[in-house]
């Protein structure tokens, strides 16, 4: 086996964990750079007995990628840019790309139309050089907060960021994916295919979410159902320009009632909210408590005093209806008693990237800060038009049994993430349980916006139990049976697997498969 560093020795902390703080133990890291080399890596884990966790970027919340023992295999050098299509009549066009290609990498490589195509098909060549010479600029829509994530690790987790309730879940701009099943063979799985149809080819069968679309089901699935290696993604045309604006409000409810009226405004004057995000008084405070002379965070804006809640609209839409809903949004902030002074718009690309990175920095914010034990996150989905008044009941919550946090959320599908600051371990479970408790009583679930990984599996299982017990039913489809074979046979068998581009466990599983169908002819 190539790529093992350390094998059964030390492997190197780097990837012992992940943004949440955790940190894991393994035996043996792994780096494949090709499909057969995955699978070989697979293969030896199975013979040696011994567990996976596939790994990205690490960029996870929830200790999605610390391992627990066992192999990590992490695919940040399977990161190619594979294939291409456009169709300028439509407007839209398919990038195909390995697992451990980044967000930033798809990013620039549509905006700059720069990519080394040597190893393409012909088809897709054309397709590029098509692309490159014209004028139209294509994109992926699904933008959550850290730009140097993975494609595998987006999917795997169903991260959509603040994108996801004008355009779409990350599964809505998925084409294909192609995933390294459980016994060891690959499945190209097409958007028409059903959870049914991925199942049967892992050799599994069963009754819960068996109807159910396989490629939405792959997505927030976190390796359940295999090891996502390379996948096809639908691309939509880049908005010629976009602007944004940040408000100030007093309450979360008012800055709920000021959205809910710029949106009827903008749906009057054909102009699209792609982005829409609110950010709780605690965020401000975080900052103005660290070293805010960092590059990173010098430029960001402060609350005004008394403010209590911000919202950051990122919109798209004709020049001439943009200056009539700046200066609607302004009335309405004036006659709201809102801070009208201290809004700010953003209308050339710059003003786009300093505005709208309060909420990525405040995350890395978090995850930097020097705290005795790794900051612990809880995100929910409240009903949309619910969304502030129980992130206040929860901030009434937290301040009275005085603990620190930052809360944050999107405000058009009612998704809010909570991070713990300091918090001591004899109190957390305590302050989970009850924080559990009001959530459900408010008809909240869980979100799956970072991933269940190992720090939200409780929390799934109690706000979403039926859907937590059909998944375990899928986890429970998968028996194992060990048998012994002759001194020697071993390495032979391995050999003839190998030689076949199958794991041991594939070709023991199709080998018994067909001498039992030949059994029952006979």
Same mark, same amino acid.
Request: net charge negative.
């Given at each position: 086996?190539?790529?093992?560093e350390?094998?059964?020795?030390?492997?190197?902390?780097?990837?012992?964990?992940?943004?949440?703080?955790?940190?894991?133990?393994?035996?043996a890291?792994?780096?494949p750079?090709?499909?057969?080399?995955? $699978?070989?890596?697979?293969?030896?884990?199975?013979?040696?007995?011994?567990?996976?966790?596939?790994?990205?970027?690490?960029?996870?919340?929830?200790?999605?990628?610390?391992?627990?023992?066992?192999?990590?295999?992490?695919?940040?050098k399977?990161?190619?840019?594979?294939?291409?299509?456009?169709?300028?009549?439509? $407007?839209?066009?398919?990038?195909?790309?390995?697992?451990?290609?980044?967000?930033?990498q798809?990013?620039?490589?549509?905006?700059?139309?720069?990519?080394?195509?040597?190893d393409?098909?012909?088809?897709s060549?054309?397709?590029?050089?098509?692309?490159?010479?014209?004028?139209?600029?294509?994109? @992926?829509?699904?933008?959550?907060t850290?730009?140097?994530?993975?494609?595998?690790g987006?999917?795997a987790?169903?991260?959509?960021?603040?994108?996801?309730?004008?355009?779409?879940?990350?599964?809505?701009?998925?084409?294909?994916?192609?995933?390294?099943?459980?016994?060891?063979? *690959?499945?190209?799985?097409?958007?028409?295919?059903?959870?049914?149809?991925?199942?049967?080819?892992?050799?599994?069968?069963?009754?819960?979410?068996?109807?159910?679309?396989?490629?939405?089901?792959?997505?927030?699935?976190?390796?359940?159902?295999?090891?996502i290696?390379?996948?096809?993604?639908?691309?939509?045309?880049?908005?010629?320009?976009t602007?944004?604006?940040?408000? @100030?409000?007093n !309450?979360?409810?008012?800055a709920?009632?000021?959205?809910?009226v710029?949106?009827?405004?903008?749906?009057?004057?054909?102009?699209?909210?792609?982005?829409?995000?609110?950010?709780?008084?605690?965020?401000?405070?975080?900052? $103005?408590?660290?070293?805010?002379?960092?590059? $990173?965070?010098s430029?960001?804006?402060?609350?005004?005093?008394n403010?209590n809640?911000?919202?950051?609209?990122?919109?798209?839409?004709d020049?001439?209806?943009?200056?009539p809903? @700046?200066?609607?949004?302004?009335?309405?902030?004036?006659?709201?008693?809102?801070?009208?002074?201290?809004?700010?718009?953003?209308?050339?690309?710059?003003?786009?990237?300093?505005?709208? !990175?309060?909420?990525?920095?405040?995350?890395?914010?978090?995850?930097?800060?020097?705290?005795?034990?790794?900051?612990?996150?809880?995100?929910?989905?409240?009903?949309?038009?619910?969304?502030?008044?129980?992130?206040?009941?929860?901030?009434? *919550?937290?301040?009275?049994?005085?603990?620190?946090?930052?809360m944050?959320?999107?405000?058009?599908?009612?998704?809010?993430?909570?991070?713990?600051?300091?918090?001591?371990?004899?109190?957390?479970?305590?302050?989970?349980s009850? /924080?559990?408790? /009001?959530? /459900?009583?408010?008809?909240?679930?869980?979100?799956?916006?970072?991933?269940?990984?190992?720090?939200?599996?409780?929390?799934f299982?109690?706000?979403?139990?039926?859907?937590?017990?059909?998944?375990?039913?899928i986890?429970?489809?998968?028996?194992?049976?060990?048998?012994?074979?002759?001194?020697?046979?071993?390495?032979?068998?391995?050999?003839?697997?190998?030689?076949q581009?199958?794991?041991?466990?594939?070709?023991?599983?199709?080998?018994?498969?067909?001498?039992?169908?030949?059994?029952?002819?006979?």
């Amino acid at each position: 086996m190539n790529r093992i560093e350390d094998y059964h020795s030390n492997v190197s902390s780097t990837y012992l964990t992940d943004e949440s703080g955790i940190t894991g133990t393994a035996k043996a890291i792994f780096f494949p750079e090709t499909q057969k080399e995955l $699978q070989d890596i697979v293969a030896f884990a199975r013979q040696e007995h011994q567990h996976v966790v596939i790994q990205g970027a690490r960029t996870g919340f929830n200790a999605g990628a610390v391992p627990d023992g066992g192999f990590i295999v992490n695919l940040s050098k399977m990161s190619a840019v594979t294939g291409f299509r456009y169709d300028e009549q439509r $407007q839209e066009g398919m990038i195909t790309v390995q697992a451990g290609c980044t967000l930033e990498q798809i990013h620039i490589a549509l905006q700059r139309k720069q990519l080394d195509i040597k190893d393409w098909d012909a088809e897709s060549q054309n397709h590029w050089k098509y692309y490159k010479n014209s004028r139209k600029t294509l994109c @992926f829509f699904p933008n959550p907060t850290e730009t140097s994530a993975t494609i595998g690790g987006v999917t795997a987790t169903g991260a959509g960021g603040s994108y996801a309730d004008s355009m779409g879940k990350v599964s809505e701009h998925i084409e294909s994916i192609l995933l390294l099943l459980s016994n060891g063979r *690959f499945l190209h799985l097409q958007k028409s295919m059903q959870l049914k149809d991925l199942l049967g080819a892992s050799g599994i069968d069963g009754e819960p979410l068996m109807e159910q679309d396989a490629i939405s089901c792959v997505c927030g699935s976190e390796g359940t159902l295999g090891i996502i290696v390379e996948i096809t993604l639908r691309l939509h045309l880049k908005p010629e320009a976009t602007y944004g604006l940040l408000s @100030f409000h007093n !309450s979360m409810g008012q800055a709920a009632n000021y959205f809910n009226v710029l949106k009827e405004t903008a749906h009057k004057e054909k102009i699209q909210i792609l982005a829409a995000d609110w950010f709780d008084q605690s965020c401000d405070h975080f900052l $103005q408590n660290l070293d805010r002379r960092t590059e $990173q965070l010098s430029h960001l804006p402060n609350f005004p005093a008394n403010a209590n809640a911000a919202i950051w609209l990122e919109f798209s839409g004709d020049e001439d209806a943009i200056y009539p809903f @700046f200066e609607a949004a302004m009335t309405f902030l004036e006659s709201d008693g809102s801070f009208a002074d201290n809004a700010l718009a953003a209308t050339e690309v710059r003003d786009m990237e300093r505005l709208g !990175s309060f909420r990525h920095a405040v995350t890395e914010a978090v995850n930097l800060a020097k705290t005795e034990n790794p900051p612990r996150m809880i995100d929910w989905i409240a009903l949309t038009d619910q969304w502030s008044r129980i992130a206040h009941m929860v901030k009434e *919550f937290l301040n009275r049994n005085e603990i620190p946090y930052v809360m944050m959320g999107h405000v058009g599908d009612g998704r809010t993430s909570l991070r713990f600051l300091q918090m001591s371990e004899d109190k957390e479970s305590g302050i989970i349980s009850e /924080l559990t408790k /009001l959530l /459900l009583r408010n008809e909240c679930i869980c979100s799956q916006e970072h991933g269940y990984g190992r720090l939200k599996r409780d929390l799934f299982a109690e706000m979403q139990p039926e859907i937590y017990e059909k998944w375990k039913k899928i986890r429970e489809k998968f028996d194992e049976i060990r048998f012994r074979v002759p001194k020697g046979q071993k390495a032979w068998i391995q050999n003839h697997a190998i030689a076949q581009g199958e794991s041991v466990n594939a070709f023991v599983n199709r080998a018994i498969q067909e001498a039992m169908e030949r059994d029952n002819a006979a």
